[in-house]
Nanobody
Framework: QVQLVESGGGLVQAGVSLRLSCAASGRTFSNYAMGWFRQAPGKEREFVAAINWSGDTTYYTDSVKGRFTISRDNAKNTVYLQMNSLKPEDTALYYC???????????????????WGQGTQVTVSS
């Protein structure tokens, strides 16, 4: 079992940066692919970024490419989402997710993931 706790959200103005953290419990964190998703009010949860177990493979949704960076520190059981040049459309509840080892390096679908955090709110004002 893995428990995930997100932090780092907040209310910011457009153009600034935030770094989200996701702390994971469990000794097998380094074996898990990780992902970040977000859900804006009235919208479905959507994929944001993913990273493989070692951190050398990442993938992003088009709308955040060049602005967001996902990374992980397996020694600290933590995955990060560095968000730069934030826009009002980035406003959402951001979720961290973990997936037990599988056939692929990273995963982009909600149903691919086995464990979820409770989310951290990011609000970007214009």
């Amino acid at each position: 079992q893995v428990q995930l706790v997100e932090s780092g959200g907040g209310l910011v103005q457009a153009g600034v940066s935030l770094r989200l953290s996701c702390a994971a419990s469990g000794r097998t964190f380094s074996n898990y692919a990780m992902g970040w998703f977000r859900q804006a009010p009235g919208k479905e949860r959507e994929f944001v970024a993913a990273i493989n177990w070692s951190g050398d493979t990442t993938y992003y949704t088009d709308s955040v490419k060049g602005r967001f960076t996902i990374s992980r520190d397996n020694a600290k059981n933590t995955v990060y989402l560095q968000m730069n040049s934030l826009k009002p459309e980035d406003t959402a509840l951001y979720y961290c997710a973990a997936r037990r080892p599988g056939s692929y390096s990273y995963y982009t679908k909600i149903n691919d993931y086995h464990y979820w955090g409770q989310g951290t709110q990011v609000t970007v004002s214009s």
